[in-house]
Each structure stands twice: as structure tokens, then as C-alpha cells.
């Protein structure tokens, strides 16, 4: 007797759950009947960026200019300080201080001296002036209480999937 009310029981429970299921399901179809639903907006926090926007160009640099492929070693170096500006837009304080105020302060500095060295297709000044930006990326982290992200000038090309060579003239 008792098997038997646990099992009406357990029934009954179902009953409830595939009405409720069949009510859910309703309300979902009507929404997608009716007005669109809007997505939620999504801003990217700053490791967001600095991880899908900034390091990769950072690497990047480094490896067009050892590949000798400076046409790409100009152009990445546009978008690594682009990437800075944007982040600056995006995220215009960090822990109550200026972002686009830090990072010029850090970067300015090693962009200028990369600039010229990519100009000059001079190596030995790119790499030196590209530890000088290595530096400034450690001296925010450190300032910012985040000294555990430690960035170092790349060993190898680690990017699988792009020809770095410079195209023949
Ligand atoms: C203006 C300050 C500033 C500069 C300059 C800066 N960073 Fe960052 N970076 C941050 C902050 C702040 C965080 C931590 C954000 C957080 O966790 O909320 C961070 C985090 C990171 C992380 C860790 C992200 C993760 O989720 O693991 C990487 C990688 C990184 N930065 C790379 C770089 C590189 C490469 C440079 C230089 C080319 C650089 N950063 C320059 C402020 C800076």
C-alpha cells in the first residue's frame, strides 16, 4: 500500500512538471512570436581585452619584426596602440585613476622609439625599444596591484595558422 502512494506520488510530481514544462514552453514561443528580445550589452572587463586584444598584437610585433617583415611589423604596430586607445574608451578609469592617462604615460615613450626602429628596419634598436614596452606593460600591472601578470619579450613565433615572411617585392 505504502509502494504504491510513493508511486502515485512520483506520478503526480511528473504530472505537475510536464505541465509547468508545456506552460515555459508556451511563454517561449509567444516571445519569439513576438517582440525581439534585445541582448543584453556586453563590455568586456580589462583582462577581456588585454588578453584578445592586446597581447596577441604584442607578440605579433615582435614576431614580424624577427621575421624581418617590417610591411606587417607597421601595421601591427598601429593596432597595438589602437587596441590601447579603444580599451581607454572602454573602460575610462581603472581603481579611481585615468586609463588613457597610464597607459600614455607608460607607452608613449617605447611607441615613439618602435616607430622610428620599424621605420629604420633596425633591429637592434626594435628590440631594445620593445623590452622598454615589455617594461611598461609589468610597470602598470605592478601599479595596479595585479604584479602577478608578468609579460617577457617572446622566445619564438608562436602563431600557427600566419606566414610572418615579408611578401616578395
Ligand atoms: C594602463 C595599464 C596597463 C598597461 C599599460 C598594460 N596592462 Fe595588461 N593589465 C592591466 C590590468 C589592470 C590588468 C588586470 C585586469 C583585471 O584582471 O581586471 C591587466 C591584465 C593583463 C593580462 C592578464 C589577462 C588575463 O585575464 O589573464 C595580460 C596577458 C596583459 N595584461 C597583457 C598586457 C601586455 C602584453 C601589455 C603591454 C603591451 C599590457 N598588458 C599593458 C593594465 C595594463
Partial sequence: MRKRSISSRVLAAAAVASIAAAAYLGTALELRAGAPVEPAPYLPSISDLMISTIQPRHIRLWIAAHEGNWEFGAYELGNLKGAFNRLGHAHPTVEANSLPDMVSAVTGQPFA???????????????????DLTSACNSCHQALNHGAVVIKVPQQAAVSDQDFSPRSP
Fill in 113 to 131: 622609439d618602435l616607430t622610428a626602429a620599424v621605420k629604420a628596419k633596425d633591429l637592434a634598436a626594435f628590440d631594445k625599444s620593445y623590452a
